[in-house]
Protein backbone atom coordinates (compact mmCIF):
# COMPACT_ATOMS: atom_id res chain seq x y z
CA UNK A 1 0.00 0.00 0.00
CA UNK A 2 1.04 3.28 -0.77
CA UNK A 3 -0.23 6.02 0.51
CA UNK A 4 0.52 9.83 -0.19
CA UNK A 5 1.10 13.11 1.49
CA UNK A 6 1.74 17.42 1.65
CA UNK A 7 -0.62 18.06 -1.45
CA UNK A 8 -2.10 21.56 -1.21
CA UNK A 9 -2.58 24.94 -2.24
CA UNK A 10 0.36 27.00 -2.95
CA UNK A 11 0.96 30.40 -4.69
CA UNK A 12 3.28 30.72 -8.17
CA UNK A 13 7.12 30.40 -6.97
CA UNK A 14 6.29 28.65 -3.56
CA UNK A 15 7.44 25.01 -3.09
CA UNK A 16 5.60 22.04 -1.60
CA UNK A 17 7.15 18.29 -0.35
CA UNK A 18 5.41 15.01 -1.26
CA UNK A 19 5.95 12.31 0.79
CA UNK A 20 4.86 8.44 -0.06
CA UNK A 21 4.60 5.94 2.49
CA UNK A 22 4.76 2.74 1.77
CA UNK A 23 3.50 -0.56 3.43
CA UNK A 24 3.25 -4.00 2.67
CA UNK A 25 6.73 -4.69 1.12
CA UNK A 26 10.01 -3.69 1.14
CA UNK A 27 11.08 -0.48 -1.01
CA UNK A 28 13.96 -1.95 -1.74
CA UNK A 29 14.09 -3.38 -4.71
CA UNK A 30 10.79 -1.21 -6.40
CA UNK A 31 11.83 1.37 -8.68
CA UNK A 32 9.72 4.87 -7.76
CA UNK A 33 7.90 7.13 -9.69
CA UNK A 34 5.80 10.44 -9.09
CA UNK A 35 3.06 10.93 -11.30
CA UNK A 36 0.70 13.79 -12.20
CA UNK A 37 -3.15 13.73 -13.66
CA UNK A 38 -4.33 17.15 -14.70
CA UNK A 39 -8.07 18.15 -15.33
CA UNK A 40 -9.07 16.89 -18.26
CA UNK A 41 -5.67 15.00 -19.10
CA UNK A 42 -3.76 12.07 -19.17
CA UNK A 43 -1.69 10.65 -16.21
CA UNK A 44 2.13 11.77 -17.11
CA UNK A 45 5.48 10.68 -15.37
CA UNK A 46 7.30 13.13 -13.48
CA UNK A 47 9.98 11.61 -11.74
CA UNK A 48 11.30 8.29 -11.48
CA UNK A 49 14.10 6.74 -9.57
CA UNK A 50 15.82 2.99 -10.58
CA UNK A 51 16.88 0.64 -8.12
CA UNK A 52 20.33 -0.20 -8.35
CA UNK A 53 22.03 3.18 -8.78
CA UNK A 54 19.81 5.75 -8.07
CA UNK A 55 19.58 7.24 -11.46
CA UNK A 56 16.47 9.81 -11.26
CA UNK A 57 15.36 10.92 -14.60
CA UNK A 58 12.75 13.65 -15.18
CA UNK A 59 10.15 15.31 -17.39
CA UNK A 60 11.63 18.18 -19.33
CA UNK A 61 8.95 20.25 -17.67
CA UNK A 62 10.44 19.51 -14.07
CA UNK A 63 13.50 19.41 -14.85
CA UNK A 64 15.39 21.67 -12.49
CA UNK A 65 12.61 22.32 -10.07
CA UNK A 66 11.61 18.94 -8.66
CA UNK A 67 13.36 16.99 -7.03
CA UNK A 68 12.63 12.69 -6.29
CA UNK A 69 14.32 10.86 -3.20
CA UNK A 70 13.62 7.67 -1.30
CA UNK A 71 14.49 6.31 1.88
CA UNK A 72 14.67 2.78 2.04
CA UNK A 73 15.26 2.20 5.92
CA UNK A 74 11.79 4.11 6.55
CA UNK A 75 10.22 2.26 3.34
CA UNK A 76 9.33 6.64 1.82
CA UNK A 77 9.57 8.06 -1.26
CA UNK A 78 9.70 12.01 -1.17
CA UNK A 79 9.05 14.67 -4.17
CA UNK A 80 10.55 18.25 -3.49
CA UNK A 81 8.77 20.86 -5.18
CA UNK A 82 10.48 24.37 -5.66
CA UNK A 83 9.36 26.71 -8.21
CA UNK A 84 5.76 25.36 -8.51
CA UNK A 85 3.76 26.63 -11.72
CA UNK A 86 0.12 26.82 -12.31
CA UNK A 87 0.58 24.05 -15.34
CA UNK A 88 2.20 21.71 -12.00
CA UNK A 89 -1.60 21.76 -10.89
CA UNK A 90 -2.86 17.80 -10.53
CA UNK A 91 -3.32 15.07 -8.35
CA UNK A 92 0.10 13.57 -7.99
CA UNK A 93 0.52 9.75 -7.42
CA UNK A 94 3.62 8.04 -6.12
CA UNK A 95 3.75 4.55 -7.57
CA UNK A 96 6.53 1.66 -7.00
CA UNK A 97 7.01 -0.83 -9.95
CA UNK A 98 9.46 -4.52 -9.78
CA UNK A 99 8.70 -6.71 -12.53
CA UNK A 100 5.17 -7.95 -12.76
CA UNK A 101 3.84 -5.42 -9.39
CA UNK A 102 3.08 -2.28 -10.05
CA UNK A 103 1.27 -0.47 -7.20
CA UNK A 104 0.00 3.34 -6.68
CA UNK A 105 -1.08 5.44 -4.40
CA UNK A 106 -4.61 7.04 -3.97
CA UNK A 107 -3.51 10.60 -5.19
CA UNK A 108 -3.01 14.28 -3.33
CA UNK A 109 -4.43 17.14 -4.68
CA UNK A 110 -1.67 20.34 -5.78
CA UNK A 111 -2.90 23.61 -6.79
CA UNK A 112 -0.47 26.51 -7.71
CA UNK A 113 -2.41 29.28 -8.16
CA UNK A 114 -1.39 32.13 -10.44
Sequence with gaps: ?????????????????????????TLDDYAIGWFRQAP????????CMSTTDGNTFYDDSVKGRFTISRDNAKNM???Q??????????VY??????????????????TVSS
Design 81 to 90: MDNLEPDDTG
Design 40 to 47: GKEREGVA
Design 93 to 110: YCAAHRGPNNYWGQGTQV
Design 77 to 79: VYL
Design 1 to 25: QLVESGGGLVQTGGSLRLACVVSGF
